[in-house]
């Protein structure tokens, strides 16, 4: 049992956070792709800016500028600083849910992006700060693997991290491999820059070896079982969060976000990549991003804006 | 090397230390402090004898602050400031381009309170809330004093903070008041006098527990040594205080503590205080109220509710009964508490209890009440609303301290001798236009205590603010938020003000027994 407004706080700061790290990490290997060949640097900067949401080639060719925004831009409603600040202000209203721990690594990444000099730390060394945002990120998940209660408040912090993690693994992907869109990416360095975004470089390297196939990191990035960063992967943690919460809730027999779930965790487990290469990626890669959408809001209208008639005594 | 050790070693490799600094008489420079710098004035000095002798109490902070560099000791206060920052005890300033966070300033020197002159105050502050409980029993009851004449009946009744609406409701145990924070300040003859009661919702607890959190790992082995009495019983005792207003018949009551939310300048100490009771943190918007019952919304549907500790004010705590444009409240919630299906600590009301003016009759209250005289004493009080006394004050502006009745904070009022002569006429004109809303007081001299200021140990004003808690019984924690008037020569301590607060060690006499629920 948990005040359905913590639950809902706790939510947002598992998703704001999955953002703010998977955008660094987009603004990372932008950056990163400067260094190589620059029609890639354009096609990976054109990649994370569409992922994103703002697909400009005129903003892409401009990759540092379009990195430093995406990670500092106040005004960016997707930047880094503003998903920092998201979840930092809804783990303010959450204080007494968890632990000091986990508070103090989240505080600290706040003020430290948000501090008058970050905009010259950033100058004075992008790759390294970004690195050290993903890093103290990577802090606040332990803390709070290591120092909260696997209990309820838990499970609605890592539903919404899987949630915004699939979505975004699925935009990322809809981007690259979406049929109808000019120029699928085949280029190599583009590729393994794709890689990168999803954090899967090494991962797949061990799994596939260095030959690195579109129709592999679809399969990876979508089906495999075990990467924490594929789709499957994250639907069937939010099936199994689901089931975890629901436990408690006696609703009208509807149990809409779980039944929601296992249907999308069922069709991923019963999907495979020649599936996907015969009728192409775009429907899956839909269907994901909309499911997940259905699951968000059965989330909201099941344990946090329920109505009152339902829940009064007798 | 175990804990015990690694304390140790940090105090005794500390750079600050040095053979010849600990010898020699002649201020070796550097040292944070010095007989020159460090001129107590005529105010008590709480570190200091009027002659200059170190108190025996501060012997052991005396001799570690006089061994310790000032770069040794601007380390430690900067540790302490981050750590309070990274904590998140901290308030938001919001400009034009950035919002940042500060942190209220705090103090690394202790300030020390022996054995003996706290079981007078103890004893004064239980004497005085139960009779104060006593008052708001009677005058939302048979207003028995007001009958005998003891109190002005319309400076009751008259009062803003009076609510009719709790005319005749049952309160358990009779406890109005269940957290109070008293201030009491120490005069230039060293005794202690009560300046205020805050009887309505008192804050400041969580710096009295984040303070000598800091305190321990600041001087961790002065601390050991000293022999302090724990305060970090605190959350546990208010749990008890609170449970206890609970009906006998809900056997395992639910207490919430309710916020006005995030934006609330005192939103720390609510998550504070909530995390460490292990209560629910909620805001109007999780409460319901059906059928006089409060509800809150869990993610499992509606729970019920059985004690609210209230961080709101009287004000805005529901709509349908007090201020109708509050959103910060709970529709319905005042006929929930008087069905008695809810209990709201601290009690609507309370503050006409310490409403200023009423303030002035607090030793005859606990006469008439207990029998009694008052062990800590009031500060002298001029009733503006009296035309005699009201005279008095215009004729003796430049010297006293005048007061709105209403206001608090250090807003609304006027310390004469600090003020020009342009402010003191206007603020006459203002007295003249609405007597009745103000009092005056004699400035005291509050006592001093040593303030680490820009590198060095200098006195500054302080303030005392005890904790006490009321429900089947009263009990004082031994500790106390001591507030700190930052600008030198200043004797307004609130942190709207300038001011900071720093720890509070109340020293134990062995074999004590710490206060039991």
Redesign the interface.
């Known amino acids: 049992m948990m005040l359905a407004r913590v639950a809902d706080s706790l939510y947002w700061i598992g998703r704001y956070l999955e953002r703010a790290e998977h955008f660094s990490r987009l603004a990372d290997v932008m950056l990163n792709a400067t260094l190589d060949r620059s029609d890639a640097a354009a096609q990976t900067a054109y990649i994370a800016l569409s992922a994103v949401g703002d697909p400009d080639m005129a903003r892409a060719a401009r990759t540092y500028e379009a990195a430093k925004s995406l990670v500092l831009d106040r005004d960016d409603p997707n930047s880094v600083v503003i998903s920092l600040s998201l979840a930092r202000e809804n783990a303010r209203q959450v204080r007494d849910q968890i632990t000091t721990e986990t508070w103090e690594r989240l505080n600290l990444l706040y003020l430290r992006i948000t501090s008058d000099n970050a905009a010259s730390a950033f100058e004075s060394g992008s790759s390294a700060y970004i690195h050290d945002i993903i890093a103290d990120l990577h802090q606040f998940k332990g803390a709070a693997d290591a120092t909260m209660s696997h209990g309820e408040g838990w499970r609605f912090l890592m539903l919404g991290a899987y949630l915004e993690r699939a979505q975004l693994i699925a935009r990322l992907l809809e981007v690259c491999f979406g049929d109808g869109r000019d120029g699928n990416v085949t280029d190599r360095i583009a590729l393994m820059s794709l890689l990168r975004m999803g954090c899967a470089l090494e991962p797949y390297l061990r799994r596939y070896t260095a030959e690195i196939e579109p129709r592999h990191i679809l399969e990876f990035l979508v089906f495999d079982e075990e990467f924490p960063r594929s789709i499957r992967f994250a639907t069937t943690r939010i099936e199994e969060h689901l089931v975890g919460v629901s436990r408690h809730v006696e609703s009208g027999g509807l149990a809409t976000p779980e039944r929601l779930a296992g249907r999308l965790k069922a069709r991923l487990q019963y999907a495979d990549v020649d599936e996907l290469e015969s009728v192409g990626a775009s429907a899956l890669l839909a269907t994901v991003i909309g499911e997940c959408a259905r699951i968000h809001d059965a989330i909201f209208d099941t344990f946090v804006a329920y109505s009152l008639e339902m829940k009064l005594p007798a | 090397m175990n804990r015990e050790e690694a304390v140790q070693a940090e105090e005794e490799t500390d750079p600050g230390v040095t053979a010849t600094s600990l010898v020699n008489d002649d201020n070796p420079p550097g040292l944070p402090i010095t007989q020159a710098a460090y001129i107590p004035g005529q105010a008590f000095d709480e570190m200091y004898e009027a002659a200059g002798e170190v108190r025996d109490h501060y012997s052991a902070v005396h001799t570690r602050l006089t061994t310790l560099s000032p770069e040794a000791l601007a380390d430690r206060q900067k540790t302490l400031e981050r750590s309070f920052?990274?904590?998140?005890i901290t308030f938001t300033v919001y400009g034009a381009e950035?919002?940042?966070?500060q942190i209220i300033p705090t103090d690394l020197v202790p300030r020390i309170i022996p054995s003996t002159e706290w079981d007078h105050i103890e004893a004064g502050l239980i004497q005085r809330l139960r009779a104060l409980n006593m008052f708001l029993d009677d005058i939302y009851g048979e207003q028995q004093i007001l009958m005998d004449g003891i109190v002005p009946r319309e400076l009751v009744l008259g009062a803003p903070s009076y609510r009719r609406e709790m005319q005749h409701l049952y309160v358990p145990h009779k406890a109005y008041a269940n957290v109070c924070g008293s201030d009491l300040i120490r005069g230039e003859d060293g005794a202690f006098a009560v300046l205020e009661d805050n009887l309505r919702v008192p804050s400041g607890v969580s710096y009295m527990l984040a303070n000598r959190d800091a305190a321990k790992r600041t001087f961790p082995g002065t601390f050991r040594a000293a022999n302090v009495r724990p305060v970090e019983r605190y959350p546990d005792l208010l749990l008890k205080t609170l449970k206890s207003m609970a009906p006998d018949w809900r056997p395992d009551p639910q207490v919430v503590?309710l916020t006005p939310?995030?934006y609330n300048s005192a939103?720390?100490e609510h998550?504070?205080l909530?995390?460490l009771m292990g209560a629910?943190?909620?805001?109007g918007?999780?409460l319901?109220v059906?059928e006089n019952?409060v509800y809150?919304?869990?993610?499992?549907?509606?729970?019920r509710v059985d004690v609210i500790y209230r961080r709101v004010d009287d004000d805005f705590i529901d709509p349908l009964t007090f201020r109708r444009d509050s959103g910060l409240g709970v529709a319905g919630l005042f006929n929930a508490y008087r069905a008695g299906n809810v209990v709201m600590c601290n009690a609507p009301g309370t503050g006409v209890a310490d409403d200023k003016a009423v303030y002035a009759y607090v030793p005859e209250i606990i006469k008439y009440y207990l029998g009694e005289d008052a062990i800590l004493p009031n500060i002298e009080t001029f009733l503006c609303r009296e035309p005699a006394q009201l005279s008095h004050v215009l004729a003796n502006l430049d010297k006293l301290v005048v007061k709105a009745v209403g206001a608090s904070g250090g807003y609304g009022m006027l310390v004469g001798p600090h003020a020009s002569r342009k402010e003191r006429e206007t603020f006459a004109e203002a007295l003249k236009a609405d007597p009745a809303n103000y009092i005056a007081q004699p400035t005291i001299q509050l006592s001093t205590a040593p303030c680490l200021i820009d590198g060095r140990i200098e006195p500054r004003h302080v303030d005392l603010r005890p904790f006490i808690l009321s429900g089947e019984k009263i009990v004082v924690t031994p500790g106390a938020l001591t507030r700190v008037a930052l600008r030198r020569g200043s004797l307004v301590v609130n942190s709207s003000q300038g001011g900071g607060s720093k720890d509070t060690w109340i020293l134990a006499d062995d074999g004590i027994e710490e206060p039991q629920p």
């Not at chain 2, 920052?85 to 998140?88: A, D, M, S, V, W």
């Not at chain 2, 950035?98 to 966070?101: F, H, K």
């Not at chain 2, 809150?296 to 729970?303: A, P, Q, S, Y």
């Open positions: 920052l990274l904590q998140g950035t919002t940042t966070e503590v939310g995030v939103y720390y998550a504070y909530a995390r629910p943190l909620v805001e918007r999780d319901v059906h019952m809150m919304r869990t993610t499992t549907g509606l729970r």
